[in-house]
DNA sequence: CTCCCCTTATTTGTATGACAAGTGGGATAA
DNA sequence: TTATCCCACTTGTCATACAAATAAGGGGAG
């Protein structure tokens, strides 16, 4: 049934879900799933044959399987058994599913339809921010600038500085539920940047960008914070499709 | 620590999640999290006792925690126990959560972010509706609407109908993501639109608006499309909150 | 007195085996 | 042929035992 040879064991770090056994395996059928491997309408062998290929108890893999139910991958009857669901029942913007998506190549299409929606939302999050950001809201974001700036885009730590920045202006939207989209999102994208520092260079330097984006946000102008953050995801487009494609 | 008496059988319909014990009991608590029984950063009791309280086995109750765990509402680690994660680590956007969430009233300031949310996401989709829409599609729409017309919208089945109309217009964006996304928060907030009907009566009949949102997408019309779109959202929100309030 | 390491108690994680419940499909009878 | 009932198969639940992780407290060295 499962085709992988016998991985077992996650990968490195990964921080969550990796560790202990229900969560590797959750994270390798969900990739197996995203990626194809299943696909939406198989059915997966029984729990106690799957659970001994995998040489885990039934416990864990059960387990396992309640974490892709609950993010709409699978779903389980008795005598039916557990079988992939269609994808358009995925919440593919669960952080998990995203960060799965983006482990195994995810399709050209996907990227695109991703990134519409970014440009969908992030520019409208920075026009809210601009309208309601308070004077600690900028402290925090030029806090973040600057690191920007010192530690440069290729380095680890002015990964994070960027990252801090973009959650940041989504502090200053007040919208929980917008932030917790975007985070998601972004968190995802940003994981498969990091490669394109390796191949090849960026497209062109993002840092005047988002001095400009930080800059609309201070002096509290909606339309151009939501110019500034349009040319930004605009930006961020061509970095992923260019690191993808290499 | 569980302060509710004793439940246990989760309520009578519901489809999805309630039949099997796993599931009534994160139906269960997921509620009493998002409701705010149990806060953020405060500690569940042990795995043997809260199984015990609720008179159901360790591993009902741990698959129970797997799923709430995937939707990021608790996290569990060894020797400390299983803590409520803060509300920023919440997938707000979950189907389930959301589903939570309005079971128990939620707050103003959910529902305003909520909506503000579907304010930019909605007229987008509506927009690419427009751009994209096949003449298949129109087809669907018209029929649906030829539904929405004839049941009414007091109605189980008109209700059934708008539900899928709007479906409709989101599958004619061609963005999987994005219909993830809308589907999930506008399957929430019709659940809760369903009392409107008993107290009270509608703000305005919305039929002439939804003919005019499907006469915009049918023209191809972009802009006319997210005018119609909003003006629905706007009135779906005024429908809610009152609702609510009453 | 302070700091560090190490032991230990507590909690989740995994394993195992047995039984209950549901359900699709085939056997059976009209 | 059609409808009904029964059965085998799969997931769901339960109970118990043990392993692993780790926060906290205690003891020893500096």
Tied chains: 1, 2.
Excluded: C
């Amino acid at each position: 049934m499962v085709s992988r040879g016998t991985p077992r064991f996650g990968r490195l770090g990964e921080a969550s879900g990796s560790r202990r056994i229900h969560g590797a395996i959750a994270h390798d059928l969900g990739v197996a799933i995203v990626s194809g491997v299943h696909q939406p309408g198989d059915i997966l062998s029984g729990e106690i044959e799957f659970s001994e290929q995998l040489k885990v108890s039934r416990s864990a893999y059960r387990e396992a399987v309640r974490i892709l139910a609950a993010k709409g991958l699978v779903e389980s009857r008795p005598k039916t058994g557990t079988r992939v669901t269609e994808r358009s029942r995925w919440q593919l913007l669960d952080p998990d599913v995203l960060a799965w998506s983006f482990e195994s190549e995810p399709s050209e299409d996907f990227i695109r339809d991703l990134f519409e929606l970014r440009l969908i939302v992030e520019p409208a999050a920075a026009e809210l921010a601009a309208r309601r950001r308070t004077e600690q809201d900028l402290v925090h974001m030029s806090a973040a600038l600057e690191e920007m700036a010192r530690w440069g885009l290729a380095d680890a730590q002015g990964q994070a500085a960027d990252q801090l920045f973009h959650n940041r202006i989504l502090q200053a939207t007040r919208n929980a539920p917008l932030i917790s989209l975007s985070s998601s999102i972004e968190a995802a994208v940003r994981w498969t940047t990091i490669f394109k520092q390796r191949k090849g260079k960026l497209p062109r330097d993002p840092l005047p960008d988002h001095r400009l984006l930080f800059t609309a946000i201070a002096a509290a102008d909606p339309a151009a914070a939501r110019g500034a953050m349009t040319e930004l995801v605009h930006l961020a487009l061509e970095d992923t499709a260019m690191s993808l494609r290499a």
